[in-house]
C-alpha cells in the first residue's frame, strides 16, 4: 500500500516537474539507447533519422569546420552555414583596405563571386564503429602498460591505414574513448575546396563583443555562409574553376516557425574537451587553483592593453584580436571557478570518492582513488609552475618573436614574412609593461624552486624586473624591424645571443628539462589511474547513463528552450530581438556600433519582433561553435555559437539550473542576409519547412 502511494507521488511529481537541463554529449551511433527519452522530450524523428549507416540521415548534414568548430549543410547545392567567428579567419585573408570584408561584410551576388580558401576543410562523418576488440587484440592482461600501448598503436595503424585514401579524400582515426576503455573508428570524408559565401559586417556578426561574450542577454548575429565544391564526380578535389557545388547525401530543412520557451532542441555538433569524470582532485585544482591564478594574470594583460587602446585608435586595431584571443578564456574561467565554487563540486565529488571507496574495499579497485590523489598532489606544483611560465613569460610578443625568427634562420625561412605579421601589430609600450607586471608575478608566486637558474641570477644583478626590462628592450635587436629584415642565416649566432632570445631559451629549457619531464610521467600515470576509475565508476553506479567525455567528435546534445536566473531576483527569458539591438546601439562604443542599413531598416518600423538569439539547455562546449540546433522535426531553428559564462564549469559538472547555450536564431540570419545583404538570392536553393 505504502509503495504503491510513493509510486503515485513520484508519477505526480514527475508530471508537474518543470523540464530540467540536460546533461550529456551523445554518441550518434549509439543514439538507438536514449531516443526514447528524446522522444519523451518531443523529439519526433527515429533514432535512424540522427543516425544511419545505411540510408542518409541528420548525421550527412553536418561537417567538422576546420579543425575545431561544426558546420551544416542546407541545400543540394552544398551551401553551409557556420559563426562568423569560425569564419572569421578566412573573412580576415579576403580583406584589404579596398575591401575590407571583416568591417563591411561579404556577398557574394553569384557562384562565381564565392571565394576560395586554401587550407580550409571540412569533414563529413561517414561512419563511426566500435572497435575495442580489433584495437586489443593481441593484448592480454599480464602484460605491461608499454607493451599495451605498442599492441593499441600497431592495431590502430593498421586499421587506419586499410581505411585510409587520399585520392578520395578519405581520412580514418581510431579514438580512445571512456579513457581508453573502448576504442571507436571514425571515418571521414573530407572536401578541400570551400568557398566563402557570405558574411555580415562585424559590426552585426561580432556585435557585442568581448563585452557580451559568454553573456546575456546577447544580440550577436554570429554567422557566416560557405559552399563545398567538389570534381565532376562529388568527390574532393583541391580548389579547381571546374569544379562544381557538393551533392550532399543530405541537408537541412529550415523552420521559420520560431521558437519560444520549452520546445525541443537538438545540437548535433563536435564538442572539443571536457572531463566530467575526473576525481575532487582536479576540480579543486581547476576551481581554486588554476582559474584564479591565470584569471589574475590576464586581468593585469587586459589592462595594461586596454589603457593602450583607448588612448589610441590604431592601437586598438591591432590589440583587438590579441585582446579577444585573452579575454575569451580569461572570461569563461570566471564562470567556471563560480560554478565550481556554487556547487561544492570539490565536497560532492569527495562525498563521492568516500562512498566508491568503501563498496570498492576488498575489489580490484581498493586504493585507486588514494592513488589518484598522491598522484595529484606530485603534479600539483609542478603543473602550476607550467601554467604560470605559460601565462607569464610565454606571453611577452618580443621573446616569442625572438624565438620564431631563430627558428626560422635555423630552418633556413625567409624572416621577412614573419616580421610584417609581427611588427603590423605590435606595440612596444604595451608589451614592456606586460614583461614588467609577468615577471614580477612570476618572482613573487613561484617557489624558488621553480624558478630558472637564470632567472635567479638575471633578477639579482639588475635589482628590478624595470631595469632588466630598460636594458633588454634597449639592446635587443628584436625591436628594430629594419635589422630583423636584414637577418640571414649566418646571423643565427648573434640572434641566440640576443637579451629576449636568451631569456626566452633559458626558460624554455628549463621547462624542456625539469618540468615537461616530470608532467608527461604524471599524465600517463594519472590517465592509466582513470582507465580504472572510468570503468570502475560505471560498476559502482550501474544504473547511470555515462557518456565519454567530449573529444571533436560528433556528438548528439537535446534539451529545450529555456531562460535562467542568473542571481537573485532576475530571470532571462529565452529570446532576444533586434528591438535590443536598438538599445543597446551607441556609435561611441566599438562593440555597440551598428550598420547604419540596420538603423534605417530599424526605423522603417515593423521590425521589433525580430528575434536574434534564443537559450537552450543542450550540454556544449567549445568546438559546439556553428553547430545545428534543430526541433522536434529535424528542421534547422538554429546555430550555436556560445555558452552563458555562469554555466562554463559544465565541462566539469553540469548544473541545469546554470547551464545554457546561446544559439543565433536562424531568422535572423535570414534576415541580415536579405536587409543587409541583399543575398536573398541564395534562399532559391533552401528548403522552408514552414
Ligand atoms: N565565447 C565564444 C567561444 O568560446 C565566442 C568567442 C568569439 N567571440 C568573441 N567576442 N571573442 O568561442
Ligand atoms: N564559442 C565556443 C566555440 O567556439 C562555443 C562556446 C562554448 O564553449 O560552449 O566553440
Redesign the pocket.
Known amino acids: 500500500m505504502k509503495k504503491y502511494l510513493i509510486c503515485g507521488a513520484l508519477t505526480l511529481l514527475a508530471a508537474f516537474q518543470p523540464l530540467r537541463a540536460d546533461e550529456g554529449m551523445w554518441l550518434p551511433m549509439l543514439i538507438s539507447q536514449r531516443i526514447e527519452d528524446m522522444q519523451a522530450h518531443g523529439f519526433r524523428l527515429t533514432a535512424e533519422d540522427v543516425y544511419s549507416v545505411n540510408q542518409a540521415s541528420l548525421k550527412d548534414a553536418v561537417v567538422l569546420f576546420g579543425s575545431g568548430c561544426t558546420g551544416e549543410v542546407v541545400s543540394r547545392e552544398g551551401l553551409l552555414f557556420t ?1 562568423h ?1 569560425c569564419g ?1 579567419g578566412q573573412i580576415q585573408q579576403h580583406s584589404s583596405v579596398e575591401h575590407d570584408y571583416l568591417k563591411d561584410g561579404f556577398w557574394a551576388m553569384n557562384r562565381s563571386e564565392e571565394l576560395p580558401n586554401p587550407g580550409l576543410t571540412v569533414s563529413f562523418l561517414e561512419r563511426m564503429d566500435e572497435v575495442t576488440d580489433a584495437v586489443l587484440k593481441g593484448y592480454v592482461p599480464t602484460m605491461s602498460e608499454a607493451q599495451r600501448d605498442s599492441v593499441v598503436k600497431a592495431n590502430s595503424d593498421v586499421i587506419v591505414r586499410q581505411l585510409t585514401d587520399p585520392d578520395k579524400g578519405v581520412r580514418a582515426s581510431v579514438e580512445a574513448l571512456y579513457y581508453a576503455n573502448q576504442y571507436f573508428l571514425f571515418v571521414y570524408k573530407v572536401y578541400r575546396d570551400v568557398r566563402l559565401v557570405g558574411a555580415p559586417p562585424s559590426s552585426i556578426g ?1 556585435f ?3 563585452t ?3 553573456m546575456w542577454p546577447r544580440h ?1 548575429g ?1 554567422f557566416s555562409i560557405f559552399r563545398i565544391y567538389a570534381d565532376k564526380n562529388n568527390e574532393p578535389s583541391d580548389y579547381s574553376e571546374d569544379n562544381i557545388p557538393y551533392t550532399p547525401k543530405r541537408f537541412f530543412t529550415v523552420s521559420r516557425a520560431g521558437v519560444k520557451e520549452g520546445d525541443f532542441t537538438f545540437v548535433y555538433g563536435c564538442p572539443g574537451s571536457t572531463k566530467e569524470y575526473v576525481i575532487s582532485d582536479e576540480v579543486r585544482y581547476v576551481g581554486e587553483i588554476s582559474d584564479p591564478q591565470k584569471i589574475a594574470l590576464r586581468t593585469q594583460r587586459l589592462d595594461i592593453q586596454k589603457k593602450y587602446m583607448s588612448q589610441d585608435q590604431a592601437v586598438r586595431i591591432q590589440y583587438s584580436s590579441k585582446n ?2 585573452v ?2 578564456a580569461w ?2 574561467w570566471q564562470g567556471e571557478e563560480k560554478g565550481i565554487a556554487r556547487l561544492k563540486t570539490v565536497a560532492a565529488k569527495q562525498d563521492f570518492e568516500r562512498r566508491f571507496s568503501v563498496w570498492a574495499a576488498g575489489t580490484r579497485y581498493e586504493g585507486l582513488v588514494e592513488r589518484l590523489h598522491e598522484l595529484y598532489a606530485q603534479r600539483e606544483p609542478v603543473y602550476r609552475a607550467y601554467e604560470y611560465y605559460t601565462e607569464t613569460v610565454r606571453t611577452v610578443e618580443l621573446l616569442q618573436f625572438a624565438s620564431n625568427v631563430a627558428s626560422a634562420l635555423q630552418g633556413g625561412r625567409p624572416v621577412d614574412a614573419l616580421a610584417e605579421i609581427f611588427y603590423k601589430d605590435y606595440f612596444q609600450p604595451i608589451d614592456e609593461e606586460i614583461f614588467v607586471a609577468m615577471l614580477e608575478a612570476y618572482d613573487r608566486q613561484m617557489n624558488p624552486g621553480y624558478k630558472p637558474a637564470f632567472f635567479r641570477e638575471k633578477l639579482a644583478s639588475y635589482g628590478s624586473v624595470e631595469a632588466w626590462r630598460d636594458d633588454l628592450f634597449s639592446k635587443s635587436l628584436f625591436t628594430d624591424r629594419a635589422r630583423v629584415l636584414a637577418l640571414k642565416e649566418a646571423d643565427l649566432e648573434a640572434v641566440k645571443a640576443d637579451p629576449a632570445y636568451a631569456l626566452y631559451d633559458a626558460f624554455y629549457q628549463w621547462y624542456r628539462e625539469d618540468i615537461q619531464p616530470v608532467i608527461t610521467r604524471l599524465d600517463r600515470d594519472i590517465r592509466l589511474a582513470y582507465r580504472d576509475y572510468m570503468r570502475a565508476q560505471m560498476e559502482f553506479e550501474p544504473d547511470k547513463d555515462f557518456y565519454p567525455d567530449a573529444n571533436l567528435t560528433l556528438r548528439v546534445a537535446y534539451g529545450h528552450v529555456a531562460g535562467y536566473s542568473p542571481s537573485d531576483a532576475i530571470y532571462y527569458a529565452p529570446v532576444s530581438t533586434l528591438m535590443g539591438i536598438m538599445e543597446k546601439d551607441n556609435p561611441d562604443i566599438f562593440d555597440y556600433d551598428i550598420p547604419q542599413a540596420l538603423r534605417d531598416i530599424y526605423a522603417e518600423g515593423g521590425h521589433d519582433g525580430q528575434p536574434v538569439c534564443f537559450l537552450a539547455t543542450n550540454h556544449t562546449s ?1 568546438g559546439n ?1 556553428g553547430s545545428p540546433v534543430i526541433n522536434a522535426d529535424g528542421n534547422l531553428i538554429g546555430i550555436n ?3 552563458v559564462w555562469e554555466g562554463t564549469m559544465s565541462d566539469l559538472v553540469f548544473d541545469p539550473d546554470y547551464c545554457r547555450n546561446i544559439s543565433l536564431d536562424i531568422r535572423y540570419l535570414l534576415f541580415v542576409t536579405k536587409e543587409i545583404g541583399h543575398a536573398d538570392w541564395l534562399f532559391d536553393e533552401m528548403v522552408f519547412a514552414d
Open positions: 559563426n567567428h572569421y561580432k557585442g563583443g568581448d557580451d561574450n559568454w550577436t554570429d579577444a584571443g579575454s575569451n572570461k569563461k567549445g561553435s555559437f556560445d555558452r
